[in-house]
């Protein structure tokens, strides 16, 4: 078994994980990878993946989703071949920023906005700041509230030296225990998912920008910006979600009127590899309703 861990080429990643429809656009010195598929004229769905992941997560909803919709998608910052963010800053607030940057290059004014995880706290982060540029919002299982056991104010990742040891040695085998809990059933995930996430989290600079946002993140109280949320809101959850409990669903319902719940029995928190269709179906009655 192989304990050293280096990173791999950049240029081997892109020639792998980068095909087309792939591309890269410069934005404020950021160079982001990003898939924009199906018709320009389209109505705009902007997805964001969660922690640890990468556009590549979408592979099976953007199948469906780009044949009514223009579907954008992107690494975001630190992750997948999008690399870290300039002077490792991964604030709520540099995040939102460069959202806004991402979809002014892309002449995107006005989109339907779905985030997953960590994606799902930057989206809602959004929509409070930018209301008017969101149509509908869509958050699978958001990260912002304080988890159980937490408090706000706290970092919720404690994140010692010992941790800069994931630099250097990632065996694949702690990557797949990574991935176990998000699905309901671990049994099901494949070897070319956990090959997926292995070679991505070994992109150049990755490891060194996840310790660097563990280390930046402090739980805050999002009420009073969730109450700012103008757009329509699917909340989407798996019911046996052990990453970020479907109970936290509750504490958005209070902070956000216009919202519907969905709640998914026998469902995880990779809704979107897991079981594609059965959360999709969701989101498509959704944006339907939406869109009438």
């Given at each position: 078994?192989?304990?050293?861990?280096?990173?791999?080429?950049?240029?081997?990643?892109?020639?792998?994980?980068?095909?087309?429809?792939?591309?890269?656009?410069?934005?404020?010195?950021?160079?982001?990878?990003?898939?924009?598929?199906g018709?320009?004229?389209?109505?705009v769905?902007?997805?964001?993946?969660?922690?640890?992941?990468?556009?590549?997560?979408?592979?099976?909803?953007?199948?469906?989703l780009?044949?009514?919709?223009r579907?954008?998608?992107?690494?975001?910052?630190g992750?997948?071949?999008?690399g870290?963010?300039?002077?490792?800053?991964?604030?709520?607030?540099?995040?939102?920023?460069?959202?806004?940057d991402?979809?002014?290059?892309?002449?995107?004014?006005?989109?339907?906005?779905?985030?997953?995880?960590?994606?799902?706290?930057?989206?809602w982060?959004?929509?409070?700041?930018?209301?008017?540029?969101?149509?509908?919002l869509?958050?699978?299982?958001?990260?912002?509230?304080?988890?159980?056991?937490?408090?706000?104010?706290?970092r919720?990742?404690?994140?010692?030296?010992?941790?800069?040891?994931?630099?250097?040695v990632?065996?694949?085998?702690?990557v797949?225990?990574?991935?176990?809990?998000?699905?309901?059933?671990?049994?099901?995930?494949?070897?070319e998912?956990?090959q997926?996430?292995?070679?991505?989290?070994?992109?150049?600079t990755?490891?060194?920008?996840?310790?660097?946002?563990?280390?930046q993140?402090?739980?805050?109280?999002?009420?009073?910006?969730?109450?700012k949320i103008t757009?329509?809101?699917?909340?989407?959850?798996?019911?046996r979600?052990?990453?970020?409990?479907?109970?936290?669903?509750?504490?958005?319902?209070?902070?956000?009127?216009?919202?519907?719940t969905?709640?998914?029995?026998?469902?995880?928190?990779?809704?979107?590899?897991?079981?594609?269709e059965?959360?999709?179906?969701s989101?498509?009655?959704?944006?339907?309703?939406e869109?009438?």
């Amino acid at each position: 078994m192989m304990i050293f861990t280096p990173d791999l080429s950049q240029r081997e990643l892109v020639a792998k994980y980068a095909k087309l429809p792939s591309q890269f656009i410069e934005v404020n010195g950021l160079k982001v990878h990003y898939r924009d598929t199906g018709e320009r004229s389209a109505p705009v769905v902007v997805l964001l993946h969660g922690f640890g992941s990468s556009l590549h997560t979408w592979d099976e909803w953007s199948k469906v989703l780009e044949q009514t919709h223009r579907v954008v998608r992107l690494d975001l910052a630190g992750f997948g071949l999008t690399g870290q963010a300039p002077g490792q800053d991964y604030s709520d607030q540099a995040d939102v920023q460069r959202i806004l940057d991402f979809l002014d290059a892309m002449g995107i004014e006005r989109c339907i906005l779905l985030g997953h995880s960590m994606g799902g706290r930057m989206a809602w982060n959004f929509a409070s700041q930018y209301p008017h540029r969101v149509r509908a919002l869509i958050l699978m299982a958001p990260d912002g509230f304080p988890l159980p056991g937490q408090r706000t104010g706290q970092r919720p990742y404690d994140v010692g030296p010992v941790a800069d040891l994931i630099k250097f040695v990632m065996p694949k085998f702690l990557v797949r225990k990574s991935i176990e809990p998000a699905f309901f059933d671990a049994q099901s995930i494949g070897e070319e998912l956990i090959q997926r996430y292995y070679d991505l989290l070994r992109a150049p600079t990755v490891r060194e920008s996840i310790l660097q946002r563990m280390r930046q993140t402090v739980n805050s109280d999002p009420v009073e910006r969730l109450k700012k949320i103008t757009a329509p809101t699917l909340l989407l959850w798996g019911e046996r979600d052990r990453m970020i409990p479907s109970s936290n669903s509750l504490d958005y319902e209070k902070a956000l009127p216009n919202s519907k719940t969905v709640i998914l029995p026998k469902a995880s928190h990779l809704l979107q590899e897991e079981n594609p269709e059965v959360g999709l179906k969701s989101v498509l009655d959704f944006i339907n309703m939406e869109l009438r």
